[in-house]
């Protein structure tokens, strides 16, 4: 859906209306304008058909107006849903759910997994063109980034964290070590949680932090602004080799 398709006015109606929080996961972080019926389809780029969502959520938002409304928006996960219906997984909650609106379950089961295998096709579609176009997909942001008018800008204070973590490691410092001084330091991941060794570890071998992305196996230049430059982060791998750990090496020319 086209954020860009909105006026500044209906932009800020929806923001207000929303009290300027994703009206799926009550985030503040990211927010993006929402078609409920896409343009394609006849919907036109008014407030009635105007929400507010989070980046994640505005990603993969169902193009079923029922599902949007009824589904999608009632639940910010399936954990969520899982949860509520105190059951077991995915499946037993979508039984309660169709019998709690009134719809056999394998007609809903049928909807989910259609409008999600075609909302599945359009995302990689779309992946794909951003690539091509400003060289990252935009669907997953990484700490110490935004997404702002179609390209990764930088996040002055998240940057700081990242240059901490890589230099932290340099100086000899443990994951285990990195993760105690940012929890410590009431320092939030980027879904504002605690931080794990596996998200330091991620930090520290994607090379968009050199100015590169990594899509479907393959290295490109990105159009962003690198926080590291290359030979820091092939020092970080060189590094993540000789303590025992899997680097990542890319060939950036």
């Not at 209906?10 to 409920?36: D, G, M, P, S």
């Not at 059951?87 to 169709?98: G, H, K, P, Q, T």
């Not at 520290?204 to 393959?218: A, D, I, M, S, T």
């Amino acid at each position: 859906m086209r954020t860009e398709d909105f006026t500044l006015f209906v932009k800020k109606c929806a923001l207000e209306q929303a009290n300027y929080l994703c009206e799926r996961r009550w985030t503040i972080n990211n927010l993006e304008f929402h078609h409920k019926t896409s343009i394609s389809n006849g919907g036109g780029s008014t407030i009635e058909n105007c929400i507010v969502l989070c980046h994640n959520c505005h990603n993969i938002a169902p193009k079923d107006l029922f599902l949007l409304d009824n589904y999608f928006l009632r639940f910010s996960s399936v954990k969520e849903m899982i949860k509520h219906y105190n059951v077991n997984n995915e499946d037993e909650a979508i039984r309660l759910f169709s019998k709690e609106i009134g719809i056999e379950y394998e007609v809903m089961k049928k909807r989910i997994e259609e409008d999600s295998k075609s909302h599945i096709d359009t995302i990689k579609q779309g992946m794909k063109k951003r690539v091509k176009e400003i060289g990252h997909s935009g669907f997953n942001i990484p700490f110490g980034y935004h997404y702002y008018n179609g390209i990764l800008k930088k996040n002055s204070k998240e940057e700081k964290v990242v240059k901490d973590i890589v230099r932290w490691y340099l100086e000899g410092k443990s994951l285990s070590e990195i993760v105690k001084m940012l929890n410590s330091g009431n320092i939030r991941s980027k879904r504002g949680g605690l931080w794990a060794k596996k998200t330091i570890s991620t930090i520290l071998k994607n090379p968009v932090y050199c100015g590169y992305h990594r899509f479907e196996g393959k290295i490109t230049e990105g159009r962003h602004k690198k926080i590291i430059d290359e030979m820091t982060f092939n020092k970080v791998q060189n590094l993540i080799g000789k303590m025992g750990g899997r680097p990542n090496f890319y060939n950036f020319r």
